[in-house]
């Protein structure tokens, strides 16, 4: 399934029920021995899941049509939203995703359905609890601020830009402090921290 994160070409999986981002992921030196044979090729593809919801956010942005940053934009039907590519088609497929918008849009009835509209307010709180989950996967970092900006970063890479200053204007950092030239990198727990950002449930 083609989609992409915000600026990154991506390649997802979809199961009935799920969406995984699929990466590979390989080291410097590395081979793999199979059935007695050598691969040279030591990468490992890692399927994890990720909540649809950031992926349905360009969609979303585009569709309320506002000309400003104080533009509150439109309401539109979810046959708008979904007409904006097949991707979105395809998420709404996913169970929880339409009952998930609830979370991050204001919505009203329209003339024969309900119409949605993405609210920054909303969304600028489902993300503060996403970070809040994110950093409790930080044990080593037992600086709050620092582990904040962690889990800030990981999910900076499915925000736009836009959202991505208010979510760090929202914890009182700069973007510098979230991308400092050189950061330290807890490995170990960089997989569990994944984990807990993409696998949880779109009414979180």
């Known amino acids: 399934?083609?989609?992409?994160?915000?600026?990154?070409?991506?390649?997802?999986?979809?199961?009935?029920?799920?969406?995984?981002?699929?990466?590979?992921?390989s080291g410097e030196k590395g081979s793999w021995f199979i059935y007695?044979?050598?691969?040279?090729?030591?990468?490992?593809?890692v399927a994890t899941r990720v909540d649809p919801l950031f992926l349905l956010l360009p969609h979303l942005t585009k569709s309320?049509?506002?000309?400003?940053?104080?533009?509150?934009?439109?309401?539109?039907p979810l046959d708008q939203i979904i007409s904006l590519g097949e991707a979105a088609f395809e998420l709404f497929k996913l169970?929880?995703?339409?009952?998930?918008?609830?979370?991050?849009?204001?919505?009203?009835?329209?003339?024969?359905?309900?119409?949605?509209?993405?609210?920054?307010k909303k969304l600028l709180g489902w993300l503060k609890a996403k970070v809040s989950r994110i950093r409790s996967g930080f044990p080593l970092l037992t600086e709050e601020r620092l582990a904040t900006a962690n889990a800030i970063g990981i999910l900076s890479e499915y925000l736009p830009d836009t959202v991505f200053m208010d979510?760090?204007?929202?914890?009182?950092?700069?973007?510098?402090f979230v991308y400092p030239k050189k950061?330290?990198?807890?490995?170990?727990?960089?997989?569990?921290?994944?984990?807990?950002?993409?696998?949880?449930?779109?009414?979180?």
Request: with cysteine; aromatic share 8%; charged share 30%.
């Open 64 to 76: 309320r049509r506002r000309k400003t940053k104080k533009d509150t934009g439109m309401f539109v």
């Open 183 to 204: 950061r330290k990198v807890i490995r170990p727990y960089f997989t569990q921290l994944l984990h807990s950002l993409l696998h949880t449930p779109v009414n979180t």
């Open 95 to 120: 169970p929880g995703v339409l009952e998930g918008l609830g979370h991050i849009c204001e919505t009203r009835m329209g003339w024969d359905d309900k119409v949605y509209r993405l609210s920054d």
């Open 1 to 25: 399934m083609g989609l992409r994160r915000y600026g990154v070409k991506c390649q997802y999986l979809r199961t009935p029920d799920a969406i995984f981002e699929v990466q590979k992921v």
């Open 167 to 176: 979510l760090v204007e929202e914890h009182k950092m700069s973007k510098t």
């Open 36 to 45: 007695g044979n050598v691969e040279p090729d030591g990468g490992l593809f």
